[in-house]
């Protein structure tokens, strides 16, 4: 970096000492050539503090040039050159302005130093990477692809519209997000705009139940065991394939069995019959058609289950829509816990109710009663939900109560949907949901089933009474080892006494 300030004042004091009356302004020239000598040596001071730095002095001098330092000296020193050249001839006055310029000179140059060269560099990094604000913004693994939209379009949208950056995490199994941006306003926008569509999702029914509290009822061995009995007299399956039935996951795509049946079906529809004929190498192939034909299991009598030239695929039936055995449960409460603190916090509800449950229990074992089967949704021809009737033994309305207290409970901490805060509880043990069906294209024609077959047959079951043991805080779609839903809480009813 150059200064203009020797050259400036030496054109100065070279015109001054050609001009007619140099005698006159004799002490003029000494006082200013002291005041040049003075400048010249801070101009070398800066000129030895700039070299080699070539690259940071752009960005410092335009700093320090708005903090009033680099702009005003050389405003100085150009100032004198021009007094030098037109003030008057008289010395007396010249000498006058010349020690007041000299005195403003001193006042300017007492001014801190310019910035050393790690200033410089710290001035130069501050301008190329301006300082980042970044926050941590938890919204759970199951809404990420909520937020960041299909092809990432509503991420896209909230970086222009922004000027944030939203950084999803490499782990599906990550919760949280980061937003990052140059000013704390554009990060604190896009975070707005992300609960925005959160907000959304979650009372929408584009994002379903995550979580739910259960009474476990597969812990009864036997009930599980009719159940099973229950999935292969509709199906059709034999008792070689009750273990295959008993272990089968409903939430698994089964797609590949649908496929199956399709060949099948297509490998019934032809019969061969080989003919040897006498002294001829040559074998005679007859393709007979076979009309396809359901057969019943010997064990159970079906035939009300299949109108005449139908199928149980025809009525809407597969294995996909029984509920598991081994998960089989009551419904007590349906949530939505999108991320690990609400499911925490949800855990945390459910233990603390445990005296007042107990409490509504009266401390006595509460055990059910379930007969029958009744239709939730639709009519017996277009049926959705099939299930089972559950009846209180004893008739004191204690396990209702008991309910309502863990229902209460989770209200009142705002873990439940505002649409279900209303909602009467019914206590029933499904058995078959058309919601469960597994295809590859969801289509009107699997919104139900026919069950008029299955409820002549089963309508008046008696399934059995059961202990309820205790209540847990179930996770969907995840499994423990015992094959029932995870669990994240529980709580325990009353035993059953043993009498001696």
């Known amino acids: 970096m150059s200064f203009p300030c020797n050259s400036a004042v030496q054109t100065g004091l070279d015109s001054v000492a050609a001009s007619p009356s ?29 070299a080699g730095r070539s690259k940071v002095q752009t960005n410092a001098n335009l700093q320090l040039q708005a903090s009033g330092q680099i702009g005003p000296r050389l405003e100085i020193h150009k100032r004198i050159c021009r007094e030098a050249r037109t003030k008057s001839t008289d010395p007396e006055q010249t000498t006058g ?30 301008m190329s990477h301006p300082k980042k604000h970044a926050v941590s913004m938890e919204i759970g693994a199951t809404l990420m692809r909520f937020v960041k939209g299909k092809w990432s379009s509503r991420q896209k949208e909230i970086e222009e519209e ?67 009995n229950f999935q292969n007299s509709i199906l059709g399956i034999n008792d070689d394939s009750q273990d295959q039935n008993l272990n089968s996951d409903s939430d698994r795509d089964t797609s590949d069995n649908e496929d199956g049946d399709v060949q099948l079906e297509r490998a019934t529809r032809f019969a061969v019959k080989l003919n040897v004929e006498e002294h001829s190498e040559r074998v005679k192939v007859d393709i007979i058609d076979v009309p396809i034909v359901s057969y019943p299991p010997k064990a159970s009598d079906s035939s009300t289950l299949e109108p005449k030239n139908s199928t149980v695929a025809d009525l809407g039936i597969e294995k996909s829509i029984f509920i598991k055995p081994k998960t089989f449960h009551l419904t007590v409460l349906m ?26 229990l009266d401390n006595r074992p509460i055990s059910i009663r379930l007969k029958g089967l009744e239709c939730m949704r639709g009519s017996l021809a277009k049926a ?43 206590l029933h043990a499904t058995l078959m949901n058309a919601r469960h069906r597994k295809r590859k294209k969801r289509t009107r ?45 529980s709580i325990s009813f009353p035993p059953k006494m043993e009498l001696d």
Request: glycine residues 4%; negative net charge; charged residues 30%.
């Open 22 to 50: 140099h005698h006159q302004s004799l002490g003029r020239y000494q006082t200013n050539q002291l005041l040049y000598s003075r400048a010249d040596e801070r101009c070398s001071k800066n000129r030895t503090q700039f």
């Open 97 to 126: 302005e010349a020690q007041v310029a000299n005195e403003l000179v001193d006042q300017k140059l007492s001014s801190p130093p310019l910035p050393d060269s790690d200033d410089g560099k710290a001035a130069e990094e501050s």
């Open 162 to 228: 922004t000027g944030a950056r939203v950084i999803f995490p490499s782990s599906k199994k990550e919760e949280s997000i980061t937003i990052e941006g140059f000013s704390a306003d554009s990060v604190a926008r896009a975070s707005e705009k992300i609960q925005v569509i959160v907000d959304e999702v979650i009372k929408s029914p584009t994002l379903d139940y995550s979580h739910f509290v259960s009474l476990p009822l597969a812990i009864h061995p036997e009930l599980v065991n009719k159940l099973v």
């Open 335 to 360: 949530l939505k816990l999108w991320n690990k603190e609400r499911v925490d916090i949800a855990a945390d509800v459910l233990r603390s109710v445990s005296s007042k449950v107990m409490h509504a």
């Open 384 to 426: 959705r939900v099939l299930y089972a009737p559950v009846e209180e033994i004893g008739g004191e309305d204690r396990l209702f109560h008991a309910c309502q207290v863990i229902i209460d409970a989770f209200v009142e901490a705002g873990l439940v949907l505002e649409k279900d805060i209303h909602q009467k509880l019914k």
């Open 445 to 489: 024609k699997f919104d139900s089933f026919d069950a008029r077959g299955v409820f002549e047959q089963f309508g008046s079951e008696e399934w059995g009474e059961y202990l309820i043991r205790e209540a847990h805080l179930s996770k969907r779609f995840v499994f423990d080892e015992n094959g029932y839903y995870h669990c994240c809480a």
